[in-house]
């Protein structure tokens, strides 16, 4: 049956191409992306001809960067860097939940394998999952994840209901969720474990500007157990 299934979609996709219209139209945008894939390909090689067989044999980054999924805030772009220098995990409003295998399995793996030495939660302001939270319209199954930051909402309310205007209070909240998942981060065994077995670790918090695109440290930077709450540390 599958293959059958195979056939009819090639078909089906050949003929559309033959006869023009909207599909050709997105499998030549498509093109442009592979157009542009050569162009970045051999301009890293001019600067440095060793560069990707160098990363093929291994992947050796610093970072770990838990960010937003926003199209806008690219990790390795704004931090000027190079592929290879940041090990990323995005998802939406860059939330970190204690039952989130696929967080925890990038977490576990970064620290325990790469050795990262610095896991940044980066969050940025005019971000659309942040407003949402601060909604009562439903979004459908998005708002199950964004509970997780109507929670902090809940948490400083009075601070941030008491802001005048709705960008500043997006904004507090923005800020808020970083410094959250920061704990977040800290809380899991995996963090602690490592902190437990001596490793140079440290997590911090920043938020982006998409206005300028300049980032800026939430400075709740934490690289010990004894920095947090006595309530998560585990021994
Ligand atoms: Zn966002």
Redesign the pocket.
């Known amino acids: 049956m599958r293959p059958f299934f195979y056939l009819l979609t090639l078909i089906r996709f050949f003929s559309i191409m033959k006869k023009g219209g909207k599909s050709e139209v997105f499998v030549h945008q498509l093109q442009q992306l592979f157009e542009n894939n050569l162009r970045w390909a051999q301009r890293i090689k001019q600067n440095d001809p060793e560069f990707f067989s160098r990363l093929s044999r291994q992947q050796n980054p610093e970072y770990l960067w838990i960010g ?1 999924s ?1 199209s806008r805030v690219p990790s390795t772009q704004i931090v000027d860097l190079l592929p290879g220098e940041i090990f990323v995990h995005r998802n ?2 860059n939330v970190v939940v204690h039952t989130d295998l696929n967080c925890l399995s990038v977490i576990q793996y970064a620290v325990e394998r790469l050795k990262v030495k610095h896991i940044i939660i980066c969050g ?1 302001y005019g ?3 942040i407003r949402a939270a601060l909604e009562n319209r439903s979004h459908g199954l998005i708002d199950n994840w964004l509970r997780h930051i109507k929670d902090i909402y809940r948490c400083h309310q009075d601070k941030i209901d008491a802001l005048p205007d709705e960008t500043a209070r997006q904004n507090l909240l923005c800020e808020l969720n970083v410094i959250e998942q920061v704990a977040n981060v800290c809380h899991t065994t995996i963090v602690q474990n490592a902190w437990n077995a001596g490793m140079d670790l440290t997590v911090h918090g920043w938020i982006y500007s998409i206005d300028d695109g300049i980032l800026k440290d939430l400075k709740v930077a934490v690289r010990q157990l004894d920095d947090i709450s006595v309530t998560h540390r585990l021994k």
């Open positions: 937003c926003d939406i409003a940025h971000c659309g999952g």
